[in-house]
Nanobody
């Protein structure tokens, strides 16, 4: 069992930056791959970024590539999402997710992940 707790959301203006954190507890952090998803009102949950269990590889949605950076700290059992050049369309609840072992083939689908955090709200004003 893995427990995930997100933090770092807030209200910012377009062009600002935020860093989200996802603290993991439970089983060995290094044996899980991690991802961030987001869900805006009235929309489906969408993939944002993922990082492999050894923190060696990262994947991004086209909409955030070049602006967002996912990283991890094994010692702190925490995954981060650095969000720069934020846009109003980035407004959503951001969720941290994890899956044991390697990232699955369907790493962009919410159905591929076993554990989820409660989410943190990010609001970007224009």
């Amino acid at each position: 069992q893995v427990q995930l707790v997100e933090s770092g959301g807030g209200l910012v203006q377009a062009g600002d930056s935020l860093r989200l954190s996802c603290a993991a507890s439970g089983r060995t952090f290094s044996s899980y791959s991690m991802a961030w998803f987001r869900q805006a009102p009235g929309k489906e949950r969408e993939f944002v970024a993922a990082i492999t269990l050894n923190l060696a590889s990262t994947y991004y949605a086209d909409s955030v590539k070049g602006r967002f950076t996912i990283s991890g700290d094994t010692a702190k059992r925490t995954v981060y999402l650095q969000m720069d050049s934020l846009k109003p369309e980035d407004t959503a609840v951001y969720y941290c997710a994890s899956i044991g072992g390697r990232l699955p083939t369907g790493w962009g689908s919410p159905k591929s992940y076993d554990y989820w955090g409660q989410g943190t709200q990010v609001t970007v004003s224009s």
